[in-house]
């Protein structure tokens, strides 16, 4: 509901909006019917507040950015940054793959320099810097070598090696290069000024036990926005945006012109690119358990800001996701695919679980885990997964297991009369490192039954939290044999493979034949192999 305020210096509208909202239209009508000629005494809250500037950008920061300020693809912005990094006569920026939006301090000596170098054109020149400019340090600042730890660049800004000759160098941009520039060199030149100060007005009346609400901020000093004049933030825009009259504490107020607004809830928007990206960065804001989110928030999520980009190509190219304007949207194959591989397996598409993993290999970069117990975690977590698909396979795909005649022959390295294979390095590393940290000694006949293995693990290792010293696992539902069978299909097309439980990349190439034992092959189509294996 809305209505306007008259009070003696001018009038203003005030907003009623209730938590839990109002869904019954009478009762809305009712409150409205309230407010129509209330008068009453003003509630004015009235404090200075001061905002920040920005972080800097990393590389998903700029694709969100261009995203949605340029209709740029993921792809487009890490090429035109590319370009401005290492193109011949240019190079004006450092490396863009950023993974954090911190600068280490032995940078903070280049910034009088930097600073120095891009007021001298006229683009940059109109930006009040302060003198001496605003060093901001630790969690909450710009320079903070703490925040590098695990990481290999820092945050993307002007190149100091060469911002002296931009005038020379910006006869060479092109129209793209110059905008991606621009928005690092904004970015980097704000990070350097004063907070924006504000005075921030809030105002209350109650009607009869109903609070209507208004709100207005009165700009003290512009500080790091000067960098940025044609900007304002949500809150500033819109049919909220507001100028408060002068308003005294207690003074009173009469409503007229109450309404009632209908409005509907809307759906999250859809993505573009630029917050596709981000999306996968967060990976931890799709895992519902709330311990587990917290610890995640640290985590690098889905790909890296090399690779993510390209992740997206490869989904459009393979027909998964499609352009719709600006938007990203999954294609009625990617919605298949999504839905074959939720049914054989939720992990398939879980980007916690991801994130989780994720998480694995960057305690390892910073020494908290060790590479063996990170690698066995990871195969583990493959090898779940594997035995969820071939146990949802039938008969049709995989012959049974056990027991089975053979004809006198022994699938290599099967072990005889057991209708198993032994276990991988892998999992033998595990059992052990499992058996070391609980204090028991692994099972008989541990070493040449994966059965065996499989059986201990489903008991011992957690299902959920760190395994040892950091991994984040479910043993559940292992596979029913430890490798597949001479009878498994042929599959063509290979792009990545698992051998012995560890995944390596491969280009794209054909095979003939099942190839050694223990081999795995994951096909080109996902959706053809996923359907085949799961029998959905």
């Known amino acids: 509901m809305v209505a306007t305020a008259v009070v003696e210096a001018g009038q203003f509208r005030m907003r009623h909006a209730p938590e839990p909202r109002l869904l019954k239209r009478e009762d809305a009508d009712a409150v409205a019917a309230l407010a129509q000629g209330f008068a009453g005494p003003l509630a004015v809250k009235v404090q200075d507040k001061r905002q920040g500037p920005p972080r800097l950008h990393d590389l998903p920061g700029l694709q969100r950015l261009c995203g949605s300020r340029f209709g740029w693809s993921a792809s487009k912005t890490l090429e035109v940054a590319q370009e401005l990094y290492d193109g011949q006569g240019k190079k004006v920026i450092t490396y863009p793959r950023a993974e954090t939006r911190y600068l280490p301090e032995s940078l903070i000596p280049d910034a009088p320099v930097i600073v120095a170098a891009l007021r001298a054109g006229q683009t940059f020149g109109q930006i009040p810097m302060p003198e001496p400019l605003v060093i901001r340090r630790g969690v909450s600042g710009t320079f903070h070598d703490k925040g590098l730890a695990g990481v290999s660049h820092h945050a993307v800004i002007p190149n100091a090696n060469t911002v002296g000759d931009l005038k020379t160098i910006w006869p060479r941009l092109s129209g793209d290069e110059r905008r991606l520039f621009d928005v690092v060199a904004r970015s980097y030149l704000a990070a350097l000024m004063p907070d924006y100060r504000y005075r921030q007005t809030t105002v209350t009346l109650d009607v009869h036990g109903n609070v209507f609400l208004a709100s207005g901020r009165q700009p003290i000093e512009a500080g790091w926005r000067a960098a940025f004049p044609d900007w304002r933030p949500a809150e500033e825009r819109g049919e909220d945006a507001q100028p408060l009259p002068v308003l005294r504490h207690g003074e009173t107020a009469r409503l007229t012109d109450a309404a009632v607004e209908n ?274």
Request: aromatic share 4%.
């Open 263 to 536: 409005k509907e809830t809307r759906p999250p928007p859809r993505y573009n690119e630029g917050t596709l990206v981000e999306a996968m960065q967060n990976a931890w804001r799709f895992v519902a358990d709330g311990p587990l989110r917290e610890r995640l928030r640290e985590a690098k999520g889905i790909g890296t800001p090399a690779t993510r980009a390209e992740v997206i190509r490869g989904l459009k190219a393979q027909e998964f996701l499609a352009l719709d304007g600006k938007h990203i949207v999954p294609t009625e194959r990617g919605l298949a695919l999504f839905d074959v591989l939720q049914r054989a397996d939720p992990a398939l598409v879980d980007p916690g679980v991801t994130a989780q993993l994720e998480l694995l290999l960057d305690d390892v970069v910073v020494g908290t885990q060790e590479m063996a117990g990170a690698v066995d975690a990871v195969c583990a977590q493959a090898l779940r997964i594997i035995g969820r698909l071939t146990n949802g396979a039938g008969a049709q795909v995989l012959p049974p297991t056990g027991d089975a005649p053979s004809h006198g022959k022994t699938t290599p390295g099967r072990v005889a009369g057991t209708g198993t294979l032994p276990p991988t390095e892998a999992i033998r590393r595990y059992v052990v490192s499992l058996s070391q940290q609980k204090g028991i000694a692994p099972p008989a006949g541990w070493a040449k039954s994966g059965a065996v293995c499989r059986a201990f693990l489903d008991q011992h290792a957690p299902s959920k939290g760190r395994a040892g010293g950091g991994a984040v696992l479910s043993t559940a539902a292992w596979p029913a044999d430890d490798g597949p069978t001479p009878q498994q299909p042929d599959i063509g097309g290979l792009d990545t493979v698992v051998a012995d439980g560890q995944a390596s990349s491969a280009p794209p190439r054909k095979r003939k034949g099942r190839g050694p034992a223990g081999l795995w092959c994951i096909n080109r189509d996902p959706v053809a192999l996923a359907a085949r294996e799961t029998g959905v």
